[in-house]
T-cell receptor, first 114, second 113 residues
Framework: EPEVTQTPSHQVTQMGQEVILRCVPI?????FYWYRQILGQKVEFLVSFYNNEISEKSEIFDDQFSVERPDGSNFTLKIRSTKLEDSAMYFC????????????FGSGTQLSVL | AQSVTQPDIHITVSEGASLELRCNYSYGATPYLFWYVQSPGQGLQLLLK??????LVQGIKGFEAEFKRSQSSFNLRKPSVHWSDAAEYFCAVGARNNNDMRFGAGTRLTVKP
């Protein structure tokens, strides 16, 4: 089965630093998502992206966050100035032309902000 | 916005026993409903989904779930649990008019020998 790939698997950063989390969605997919899971809490929706623009975003996705599809294959999540509470597992997902028909999730990037 | 509740944080069953994981959702219309499984250190794997039609849906690994509109529920079942089923299970609900999907807090399943 095709896979969504996320790199790195674990990212450690200092508070206030910028981080970029990278994802390679499945090649013919059109919808892209970021979710996060703080340790011990539920998986939370951050943002969805379609046709090179954000289609939905949650209240969590504030001005510190941005997403980009820079080259037609990668889908990135940037956190401009990390805070301690940004520490979480970040999951990328993608789906095909029927949107939520099936979301394929990556294995996640564990972000630790020190 | 849609929301989902998984009342059980942790369930322990014996191998070979039957399993039911509860999920209740809140949404004003017919939702999209999903069950995902997450093994330690792994991503989220889709077990099954309900969009429309037959309210009893079959998934992978022998799981099934039943959509009950009157109870706003989408409980996950398996007749005989295997040790490899030990994992975290997430119910999720998607609305028909937006792209986000809301997850429940998850139920951790432990399987006793």
């Amino acid at each position: 089965e095709p896979e969504v790939t996320q790199t790195p698997s674990h990212q450690v950063t200092q508070m206030g630093q910028e981080v970029i989390l990278r994802c390679v969605p499945i090649s013919n997919h059109l919808y892209f998502y970021w979710y996060r899971q703080i340790l011990g809490q539920k998986v939370e929706f951050l943002v969805s992206f379609y046709n090179n623009e954000i289609s939905e975003k949650s209240e969590i996705f504030d001005d510190q966050f941005s997403v980009e599809r820079p080259d037609g294959s990668n889908f990135t999540l940037k956190i401009r100035s990390t805070k301690l509470e940004d520490s979480a597992m970040y999951f990328c997902a993608s789906s095909g032309h029927l949107s939520r028909e099936k979301l394929f999730f990556g294995s996640g990037t564990q972000l630790s902000v020190l | 916005a849609q929301s989902v509740t998984q009342p059980d944080i942790h369930i322990t069953v014996s191998e070979g026993a039957s399993l039911e994981l509860r999920c209740n959702y809140s949404y004003g219309a017919t939702p999209y409903l999903f069950w995902y499984v997450q093994s330690p250190g792994q991503g989220l794997q889709l077990l099954l989904k309900y969009f429309s039609g037959d309210t009893l849906v079959q998934g992978i690994k022998g799981f099934e779930a039943e959509f009950k509109r009157s109870q706003s529920s989408f409980n996950l079942r398996k007749p005989s649990v295997h040790w490899s089923d030990a994992a975290e299970y997430f119910c999720a609900v998607g609305a028909r008019n937006n792209n986000d999907m809301r997850f429940g807090a998850g139920t951790r399943l432990t399987v006793k020998p």
